[in-house]
Structure formats: C-alpha cells, structure tokens
C-alpha cells in the first residue's frame, strides 16, 4: 500500500490541504550523516552536491545513496553556499570566498579577485554570469567565472545579504532588516521590492516560471509579479522561521528552523507538513531533482524523499464523475467526466517535482489524451472542472 496525499484543491469557496500517510512514503537519512550542518545543495545534471560547515563539498552520482568527498583544492571547507552555471560548479565559504571547479569538484580553483569580503553567504547563476552576497561587502558579481569580482551595490540599503535567487535576467537579493530588492540589469542597480512584504527579515527565496515565494522570521511570501506585490501565505505553517526554500511548477517546499518541512501544491494557499520520518526538525538546505526531494539538515546530515512515493489523489465528494483509463498507460490516456451540462473542462499533466508537461482543452467529455511522448513515470493528471479541481497519479509505461 503505498502512502497517498489527499488534495481538494477547491469545493466551491474553500480551499484546504489534506494528507494522509503510510511507512512506504517516509524521509531517507542518506549516508552522508556527519554532524556538521548541510547548508547547501546543487544539482548538476545526474550528479548531486552538497556543501557542509566544516567538511567541504560531497557529491553523489546516485540521487544520494552513496557519497565523495571532493575537496581537492578547496582550502576553505566552511561551504555556505553552492551554484551551478552550465557545467560549471562554484562554492562559496565563510572567509575564504569562492572557488570554481569545472570537472565535477574532482578539483577547486580560488577565485576570489576583486572581491573584498570573503565570506560569502549566498550564491546564485544566471545566463550573464554568478552573483555572490557577502555578510558586510554587499553583492560581487563576475561574468567570466571568478576571474574578477565587481561590486555591485548601486541602491542596496545595506551590505548584509541574506539570500539571493535568480530567473532569466532578474536577480532578488535579501539584505539583513531591510526586505528584498530586484536587479534586471546585472546589478547595475537595486530597486526595493517590499510591497506587502511585512517581515524584513528575509532568510531564503525561491522561484518557480512567474512565481516567487520568500522565506521570512515570520513565515512565507508569495509573488506572481516579480515581487511587485507580496502577500503572506501561512495557512498550514506551525513554524514560522524559514530558512530554505525550494519551488517548481506549482508546488512549493518550506523548510523551517524547528518545524521540520512543509509543502504547498497551490502556489503557498496552504500548507502542510512533509516531515514523515524525518527526526531533523532544523532544516538549512532544500533542492530537487527528478526523483527525490533532498533536505539538509543541521546536525543530521542530508536526507532524501522519493517523490514517486508522494501520491495525490482527489477528493471532491462524488469521484466517479470522473474516470482516467488505462492506468497505467501507453500511448493514450483516456478522461471521462459524467456529466453533460458541463460546458469547459481542462486538463493538465504534470511530473513528480510539479512541472506543468502538457495542457489540453477537453472537446468532450469523453477524449484520448496522447502520453505517448512521455518519458516513462509517474505523473500527476489535473482536470479542472467548473466548480472545482480533481487530481490523479498516472503510470507512463
């Protein structure tokens, strides 16, 4: 019996979020267990990194069952921080700046010219180069992979950075007590992002495609227009201190500073905890890859959670209005909804991390949805309906 999480995305005016569980679907303490803090995590390509305060970079070829350290060169093993920008992997440490390496950790290059605080917070890439915040020198920023360091602080109101995030050519930055601010020009200059943004305190910050959440002292932000507007998304959080976060399609993950890990499949309308298994209440570090979601905590190593074992189904009152067949499936998927007088049905598939893979208009009630392009897995089907939302887990064979 696999575990199953239970979503009423919306019945009539409400909206709420409801699991339950099983031993099949629990959190994985890998074998990386040191008791150091992870603090950090990358993913490149099939290969995973991890940085930890004091035992430098680890990877693991094998979405983390087994681990390497990859040290050489790096002088400094107080990672903060990872960012990964083509195949390219930089790291960054507590007073020892940045190092590069371009073959997989197998070996690290300092690279700290022009950078005149060299202990670096936060990491992020973008398609024009990496930026590094510090704790007290602001935000440095190199588009030829740490050969120099600029600063670029133009309209920071401060040079504590807490966080950093990036999509295409916008870049937020959190600077200690005074919110987010926004880059669209390679930090030429900073503009304040803070509308409804009521906590300053800002730990972490993830983007999905047009939305972004922020991680705060006081629970998470949500944006849908580049931080335009924030609004507090709570609902389902008992642990209001955030520090990682990590999103993609429209599901969202909050990793808390006692709370453990807490999951929104509605872009942050509402939470719940994510935490079976897991004994490591204090998470530092959040990533995905196509099959597992990793956490790192701060005195028990990195654990992992299949993502295949996360099911979702509906429950909307009456289910058998609507019926998927064949599960699993081949080259067709086909969706039946029992009822005529329904005028507009959508549907929408999407994989195991929450990105959407294909949309479509029903024509009927009765249509063959084509998979067959679809990689083999599990996938998440969405029919909405007016009125509400239904979903279903689906087998690609």
């Given at each position: 019996?696999?575990?199953?999480?239970?979503?009423?995305?919306?019945?009539?005016?409400?909206?709420?979020?409801?699991?339950?569980?099983?031993?099949?679907?629990?959190?994985?303490?890998?074998?990386?267990?040191?008791?150091?803090?992870?603090?950090?995590?990358?993913?490149?390509?099939?290969?995973?990194?991890?940085?930890?305060?004091?035992?430098?970079?680890?990877?693991?070829?094998?979405?983390?069952?087994?681990?390497?350290?990859?040290?050489?060169?790096?002088?400094?093993?107080?990672?903060?921080?990872?960012?990964?920008?083509?195949?390219?992997?930089?790291?960054?440490?507590?007073?020892?700046?940045?190092?590069?390496?371009?073959?997989?950790?197998?070996?690290?290059?300092?690279?700290?010219?022009?950078?005149?605080?060299?202990?670096?917070?936060?990491?992020?890439?973008?398609?024009?180069?990496?930026?590094?915040?510090?704790?007290?020198?602001?935000?440095?920023?190199?588009?030829?992979?740490?050969?120099?360091?600029?600063?670029?602080?133009?309209?920071?109101?401060?040079?504590?950075?807490?966080?950093?995030?990036?999509?295409?050519?916008?870049?937020?930055?959190?600077?200690?007590?005074?919110?987010?601010?926004?880059?669209?020009?390679?930090?030429?200059?900073?503009?304040?992002?803070?509308?409804?943004?009521?906590?300053?305190?800002?730990?972490?910050?993830?983007?999905?495609?047009?939305?972004?959440?922020?991680?705060?002292?006081?629970?998470?932000?949500?944006?849908?227009?580049?931080?335009?507007?924030?609004?507090?998304?709570?609902?389902?959080?008992?642990?209001?201190?955030?520090?990682?976060?990590?999103?993609?399609?429209?599901?969202?993950?909050?990793?808390?500073?006692?709370?453990?890990?807490?999951?929104?499949?509605?872009?942050?309308?509402?939470?719940?905890?994510?935490?079976?298994?897991l004994t490591q209440p204090i998470i530092?570090?959040?990533?995905?890859?196509?099959?597992?979601?990793?956490?790192?905590?701060?005195?028990?190593?990195?654990?992992?959670?299949?993502?295949?074992?996360?099911?979702?189904?509906?429950?909307?009152?009456?289910?058998?209005?609507?019926?998927?067949?064949?599960?699993?499936?081949?080259?067709?998927?086909?969706?039946?909804?029992?009822?005529?007088?329904?005028?507009?049905?959508?549907?929408?598939?999407?994989?195991?991390?929450?990105?959407?893979?294909?949309?479509?208009?029903?024509?009927?009630?009765?249509?063959d949805v084509d998979v067959s392009l679809?990689?083999?897995?599990?996938?998440?089907?969405?029919?909405?309906?007016?009125?509400?939302?239904?979903?279903?887990?689906?087998?690609?064979?």
């Open positions: 019996m696999k575990a199953k999480i239970i979503l009423l995305s919306k019945v009539l005016s409400f909206s709420f979020l409801l699991l339950t569980v099983n031993v099949n679907a629990q959190w994985q303490q890998t074998s990386l267990t040191n008791t150091y803090q992870v603090t950090a995590i990358a993913i490149l390509g099939s290969n995973t990194f991890v940085g930890t305060e004091g035992n430098g970079v680890f990877l693991s070829q094998d979405s983390g069952t087994t681990w390497n350290a990859t040290n050489n060169g790096l002088t400094n093993e107080y990672v903060t921080s990872l960012a990964v920008s083509g195949s390219n992997i930089f790291a960054g440490t507590i007073e020892g700046g940045v190092f590069f390496s371009a073959n997989n950790g197998g070996s690290w290059t300092k690279v700290n010219t022009g950078m005149t605080d060299t202990t670096i917070v936060a990491l992020v890439a973008n398609s024009s180069g990496i930026f590094a915040g510090t704790n007290g020198g602001g935000i440095f920023f190199t588009s030829n992979n740490g050969g120099n360091w600029n600063k670029v602080n133009t309209g920071l109101p401060g040079m504590d950075v807490t966080a950093l995030a990036a999509s295409g050519n916008n870049v937020f930055a959190g600077i200690n007590g005074s919110g987010e601010y926004l880059t669209s020009n390679n930090g030429s200059n900073w503009s304040a992002v803070n509308t409804g943004l009521l906590n300053n305190d800002v730990l972490s910050i993830a983007i999905s495609g047009s939305n972004i959440f922020t991680g705060t002292g006081n629970g998470v932000y949500y944006s849908s227009n580049n931080g335009s507007n924030w609004a507090a998304v709570v609902t389902g959080l008992n642990n209001t201190h955030i520090n990682a976060m990590a999103a993609g399609g429209n599901n969202a993950f909050a990793g808390s500073n006692g709370g453990g890990i807490f999951w929104s499949s509605n872009n942050g309308t509402s939470w719940a905890a994510l935490n079976w298994g530092m570090s959040l990533a995905a890859n196509s099959n597992y979601l990793f956490a790192g905590t701060s005195l028990g190593g990195l654990w992992r959670l299949p993502l295949s074992e996360v099911g979702i189904k509906e429950i909307n009152g009456d289910n058998s209005n609507i019926k998927v067949y064949p599960n699993p499936a081949n080259n067709y998927l086909t969706i039946e909804v029992n009822n005529t007088k329904i005028s507009v049905i959508e549907s929408r598939i999407y994989d195991m991390v929450g990105n959407l893979i294909l949309e479509k208009i029903l024509a009927n009630n009765k249509t679809l990689p083999s897995g599990v996938y998440i089907l969405e029919v909405k309906i007016e009125g509400f939302v239904s979903t279903k887990k689906f087998v690609k064979e």
